[in-house]
């Protein structure tokens, strides 16, 4: 398994992790984004969107459930469950043929799913630590796992987070 742990002092920090994984994104690969309210899962992905060369606005796509982006040489899905009560939503809402391994699956709350996900190449967990954030990044497959090298490689991680 390659995991990356790094402090996120501020916005600008998290920002940049998220330009730093866009490095390594690639076709099919889905992402989990775990994090309390605020914890600054949408900020991440607007770090990597900046990165791919979006200039439009991010938004949560909390009431929308998905905000479709075409960036760089990617197809980006940006999903927010918050506001799901049952799995079946997700059924019912048409999503499973998003993931069909030619776009990239950005997930906030994909716990709300109830385990009805394909599973993430990916898992990046946000925590508030401080005055900052904490960013544990783990890669689950072949392709999660370049992922997260490409993503250390330009993120080195930092020192004091354990």
């Known amino acids: ?5 790094t402090f996120l002092p501020d916005e600008d920090a998290t920002l940049a ?6 490095a390594g994104l690639e076709p099919g690969l889905v992402i989990y984004l775990r994090g309390e309210l605020g914890a600054g899962k949408t900020t991440l992905v607007r770090g990597v969107l900046r990165a791919l060369g979006h200039s439009g606005p991010v938004r ?7 905000e479709l982006y075409e960036v760089s040489r990617l ?3 940006h999903f927010d469950f918050y506001r799901f009560h049952d799995p079946r939503e ?13 776009s990239v699956s950005l997930i906030e709350w994909p716990e709300k799913a109830g385990g009805i996900l394909p599973p993430a190449d990916v898992e990046i967990a946000l925590t508030t630590s ?7 990044c783990i ?15 330009r993120y080195p991680p930092s020192p004091s987070v354990s």
Request: proline share 4%.
């Open 1 to 5: 398994m390659v995991a990356l742990k």
């Open 90 to 102: 997700w059924i019912d809402a048409g999503f499973r043929e998003t993931f069909n391994g030619r």
């Open 60 to 66: 949560s796509p909390t009431y929308a459930l998905v």
């Open 17 to 22: 992790l998220g330009a730093a994984l866009a």
């Open 139 to 153: 890669g689950n497959s072949p392709r999660g796992l370049r992922c997260i090298a490409r993503l250390a490689e």
């Open 130 to 136: 401080g005055c900052g954030r904490s960013a544990s």
């Open 75 to 77: 197809h980006l899905h």
